[in-house]
């Protein structure tokens, strides 16, 4: 046996030992843990997973101890999704902390930001959220006008944020501000750390036709943040949101690795098979054949990233096409189902048939948030294949 065969058996020994019965099942949306200072478990093997999870510093494996990592190799975190998913068990925690802005923290963040921020993560103790996105600010984020200025030892900020997912429930924010208005746009932003306890900052939820309010505006006014909290250089937060959102697709593109085995819709199809007639299965088979070429890309992207080639502008491409993937599958499953797949019952995403409409609506999400599917075409033709702007 090799390291990484060795490596692999150790995993899967500890995980089948370790990771409860009733967490290596199909796992919904309403099931999912986003942790924050306040974790609600479900219940005792919610908690108990979570708990041998964080404390073998498995929600950051990759991350150096120091920053509350396990400090295990690329490989070895391959390995240890790979045998996550192969036994079915469910991520035992949520975290766009962890995801999108800690790989920006451990490329750019001085040591004192990766060691007041990186742990909490890894513990899974504190919830982030994204405030980047402002009311004439979406696909052309540059425009935003958020203003921070410079006052003594802090940057004191007015302005507006909106579509800010659960802003009403995150302790912290990263978001962009204007720092210098007189500036080429790009060149006039600066990447904030924010404190959402803070003094200044009201939330205000927006009510969404589903009756959820997974959205929020968030207003600054005269909101005091500290210098300490800028990350990379003045006026450069352009640099750090780049890097940022290249990590936000990739997160994005592993949808269907979340360790939640119901993400497959093409699973659900299944028993209408049976009644479909050639059309559908031949558009089931070409979805199916889509959903493994996407598998094998990603990898080869995984390979890429092993031997240290930049992958960044990649990400958009996974993006796209993992996004665009979904909304095509569960809008083949939603047609074929007919009005069986009409159905809303109960208040909660359950991922099985009786809740695909409300997913199918979901979908629709995917190839908007993170930038959407044009803003990604326009990405790829710049940075992927070259092309003039
Ligand atoms: C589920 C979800 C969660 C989100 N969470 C957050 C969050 O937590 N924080 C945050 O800051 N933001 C968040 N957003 C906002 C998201 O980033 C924006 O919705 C997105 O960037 C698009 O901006 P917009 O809504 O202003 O649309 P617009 O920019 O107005 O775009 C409208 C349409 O025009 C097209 N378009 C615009 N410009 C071009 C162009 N140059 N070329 C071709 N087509 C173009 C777009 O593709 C789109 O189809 C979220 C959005 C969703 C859907």
Same mark, same amino acid.
């Given at each position: 046996?090799?390291?990484?065969?060795?490596?692999?058996?150790?995993?899967?020994?500890?995980?089948?030992?370790?990771?409860?019965?009733?967490?290596?099942?199909?796992?919904?949306?309403?099931?999912?843990?986003?942790?924050?200072?306040?974790?609600?478990?479900?219940?005792?093997? +919610?908690?108990?997973?979570?708990?041998?999870?964080?404390?073998?510093?498995?929600?950051?494996? /990759?991350?150096?101890?120091?920053?509350?990592?396990?400090?295990?190799?690329?490989?070895?975190?391959?390995?240890?999704?790979?045998?996550?998913?192969?036994?079915?068990?469910?991520?035992?925690?949520?975290?766009?902390?962890?995801?999108?802005?800690?790989?920006?923290?451990?490329?750019?963040?001085?040591?004192?930001?990766?060691?007041?921020? *990186?742990?909490?993560?890894?513990?899974?103790?504190?919830?982030?959220? &994204?405030?980047?996105?402002?009311?004439?600010?979406?696909?052309?984020?540059?425009?935003? %006008?958020?203003? @921070? =200025?410079?006052?003594?030892?802090?940057?004191?900020?007015? !302005?507006? $944020?909106?579509?800010?997912?659960?802003?009403?429930?995150?302790?912290?924010?990263?978001?962009?501000?204007?720092?210098?208005?007189?500036?080429? %746009? &790009?060149?006039?932003?600066?990447?904030? *750390?924010?404190?959402? $306890?803070?003094?200044?900052?009201?939330?205000?939820?927006?009510?969404?036709?589903?009756? %959820?309010?997974?959205?929020?505006? =968030?207003?600054?006014? $005269?909101?005091?943040?500290?210098?300490?909290? *800028?990350?990379?250089?003045?006026?450069?937060?352009?640099? =750090?949101?780049?890097?940022?959102?290249?990590?936000?697709?990739? @997160?994005?593109?592993?949808?269907?690795? !979340?360790?939640?085995?119901?993400?497959?819709?093409? @699973?659900?199809?299944?028993?209408?098979?049976?009644?479909?007639?050639? =059309?559908?299965?031949?558009?089931?088979?070409?979805? *199916?054949?889509?959903?493994?070429?996407? @598998?094998?890309?990603?990898?080869?992207?995984?390979?890429?990233?092993?031997?240290? +080639?930049?992958? !960044?502008?990649?990400?958009?491409?996974?993006?796209?096409? +993992?996004?665009?993937?979904?909304?095509?599958?569960?809008?083949?499953?939603? &047609?074929?189902?007919?009005?069986?797949?009409?159905?809303?019952?109960?208040?909660?995403?359950?991922?099985?048939?009786?809740?695909?409409?409300? &997913?199918?609506?979901?979908?629709?999400?995917?190839?908007?948030?993170?930038?959407?599917?044009?803003?990604?075409?326009?990405?790829?033709?710049?940075?992927?294949?070259?092309?003039? /702007?």
């Amino acid at each position: 046996m090799n390291d990484t065969d060795t490596f692999r058996a150790e995993v899967r020994q500890w995980l089948e030992a370790n990771c409860p019965a009733s967490m290596r099942t199909p796992i919904s949306s309403a099931e999912m843990l986003w942790s924050s200072s306040h974790n609600v478990f479900l219940n005792d093997d +919610q908690r108990l997973w979570f708990e041998r999870m964080r404390d073998r510093g498995w929600f950051a494996p /990759g991350w150096p101890p120091t920053c509350g990592g396990a400090g295990l190799s690329a490989r070895q975190v391959r390995v240890l999704e790979q045998e996550m998913m192969a036994l079915g068990c469910r991520q035992p925690q949520y975290n766009l902390g962890i995801w999108m802005l800690a790989p920006v923290l451990l490329e750019l963040g001085t040591e004192a930001q990766q060691l007041e921020h *990186l742990p909490p993560m890894a513990r899974g103790s504190v919830r982030w959220c &994204q405030g980047f996105s402002e009311p004439n600010a979406g696909s052309d984020l540059a425009s935003l %006008k958020t203003r @921070a =200025v410079r006052d003594g030892d802090d940057f004191i900020v007015d !302005g507006q $944020k909106i579509w800010t997912s659960y802003g009403n429930v995150s302790d912290w924010m990263y978001a962009l501000v204007r720092t210098d208005p007189t500036a080429k %746009k &790009q060149k006039g932003i600066s990447f904030l *750390l924010i404190d959402m $306890k803070s003094p200044g900052i009201t939330v205000r939820p927006i009510e969404l036709i589903s009756g %959820k309010s997974s959205f929020c505006e =968030v207003f600054f006014d $005269k909101l005091r943040v500290p210098a300490r909290n *800028l990350v990379g250089a003045l006026n450069d937060g352009w640099t =750090v949101a780049k890097k940022l959102l290249d990590h936000e697709r990739a @997160a994005m593109s592993k949808f269907t690795e !979340g360790g939640a085995p119901s993400h497959d819709a093409l @699973a659900v199809a299944a028993p209408y098979l049976a009644d479909a007639g050639p =059309v559908w299965r031949d558009r089931l088979a070409a979805a *199916l054949m889509d959903q493994q070429a996407f @598998a094998l890309t990603t990898r080869r992207m995984h390979e890429m990233a092993h031997a240290r +080639q930049d992958i !960044g502008a990649i990400g958009s491409i996974m993006k796209l096409v +993992q996004t665009e993937q979904e909304a095509t599958k569960y809008e083949l499953l939603q &047609q074929m189902m007919g009005q069986r797949g009409l159905s809303w019952e109960g208040d909660e995403f359950t991922r099985d048939e009786h809740d695909i409409c409300r &997913q199918w609506l979901y979908t629709k999400t995917y190839t908007i948030a993170g930038g959407a599917s044009e803003i990604q075409l326009n990405l790829i033709a710049r940075r992927v294949l070259g092309l003039p /702007g």
